[in-house]
């Protein structure tokens, strides 16, 4: 059995989340290695309330001088999404899974729950079908160099393998002459991506053998989430859900 972290970036406007998603963790988790959590070197750290939740793995990264004009939702959405696809930077797990600070869970889960065949779980939706999210397929085509036909942020949370991860890397560089996506927007002045939809679309352009390919949500994990937008901030009511949740045997 590979092992598996869980993977979070976070930053301080998110450590009011950050608190229900280690809670969660905590209660509802079993056969993970480590709690893997990077955030902004910006001298505003963690609180040590919220580290004292559960045993993690805490690193701070800065975020980078060198930044494109005018990225899209600023230049720390588009940070954090680079993080996680270098996950492998500061885990050496075989696999993470990748967790927003602003989602917990609210049932017992495993590495297994995101398997399916015995592979990590995969679903796809045609892009036409996906509404105003076809906004990302001219970047996700643009980094990988060919044509796209899905939309691949079909359910999160999902999981990134070291082997994919490194395969990315390498098609990046065929495409780029280079394998570090942040040289790539760079370059070219790029103001966003889709992290989902480039690593998606790699791993099913590709067949890789860590994943099973599916066209079917109906049986997503995703049921079993709870999903905020953390820029609206944490009202009263989505506060009082989550603890029934916490608080439930």
Same mark, same amino acid.
């Given at each position: 059995?590979?092992? *598996?972290?869980?993977?979070?970036?976070?930053?301080?406007?998110?450590?009011? %989340?950050?608190?229900?998603?280690?809670?969660?963790?905590?209660?509802?988790?079993?056969?993970?290695?480590?709690?893997?959590?990077?955030?902004? =070197?910006?001298?505003?750290?963690?609180?040590?309330?919220?580290?004292?939740?559960?045993?993690?793995?805490?690193?701070?990264?800065?975020?980078?001088?060198?930044?494109?004009?005018?990225?899209?939702?600023?230049?720390?959405?588009?940070? #954090?999404?680079?993080?996680?696809?270098?996950?492998?930077?500061?885990?050496?797990?075989?696999?993470?899974?990748?967790?927003?600070?602003?989602?917990?869970?609210?049932?017992?889960?495993?590495?297994?729950?995101?398997?399916?065949?015995?592979?990590?779980?995969?679903?796809?939706?045609? %892009?036409? =079908?996906?509404?105003?999210?076809?906004?990302?397929?001219?970047?996700?085509?643009?980094?990988?160099?060919? @044509? *796209? #036909?899905?939309?691949?942020?079909?359910?999160?949370?999902?999981?990134?393998?070291?082997?994919?991860?490194?395969?990315?890397?390498?098609?990046?560089? *065929?495409?780029?002459? *280079?394998? =570090?996506? %942040?040289?790539?927007?760079?370059?070219?002045?790029?103001?966003?991506? @889709?992290?989902?939809?480039?690593?998606?679309?790699?791993?099913?352009?590709?067949?890789?053998?860590?994943?099973?390919?599916?066209? =079917?949500?109906?049986?997503?994990?995703?049921?079993?989430?709870?999903?905020?937008? @953390?820029?609206?901030?944490?009202?009263?009511?989505?506060?009082?859900?989550?603890?029934?949740?916490?608080?439930?045997?």
């Amino acid at each position: 059995m590979p092992t *598996t972290d869980i993977f979070i970036k976070t930053y301080h406007k998110d450590f009011v %989340w950050l608190e229900y998603a280690l809670r969660s963790i905590r209660k509802f988790a079993s056969g993970f290695r480590d709690v893997v959590i990077v955030s902004d =070197d910006d001298g505003r750290a963690i609180p040590t309330s919220l580290l004292e939740i559960l045993p993690c793995k805490v690193f701070y990264v800065r975020l980078p001088e060198k930044q494109p004009r005018n990225p899209n939702h600023g230049i720390g959405y588009l940070w #954090q999404q680079y993080i996680k696809l270098t996950w492998h930077r500061y885990s050496d797990a075989d696999a993470a899974v990748m967790m927003d600070s602003d989602r917990m869970f609210t049932c017992p889960f495993t590495p297994e729950s995101f398997q399916k065949d015995g592979k990590f779980r995969w679903d796809y939706r045609r %892009w036409e =079908d996906v509404g105003n999210a076809i906004c990302h397929k001219p970047t996700t085509d643009f980094f990988l160099g060919f @044509s *796209t #036909q899905y939309e691949a942020m079909a359910y999160i949370p999902l999981v990134f393998t070291r082997a994919s991860t490194f395969a990315l890397e390498a098609h990046l560089n *065929t495409v780029h002459k *280079t394998n =570090d996506l %942040w040289e790539i927007i760079l370059k070219h002045n790029l103001p966003g991506m @889709s992290e989902f939809n480039i690593y998606g679309n790699f791993i099913h352009h590709c067949n890789h053998p860590d994943y099973y390919i599916s066209y =079917d949500t109906s049986d997503a994990y995703q049921n079993s989430l709870i999903g905020s937008w @953390s820029w609206g901030g944490l009202a009263e009511e989505d506060r009082a859900r989550r603890e029934k949740v916490l608080a439930s045997t």
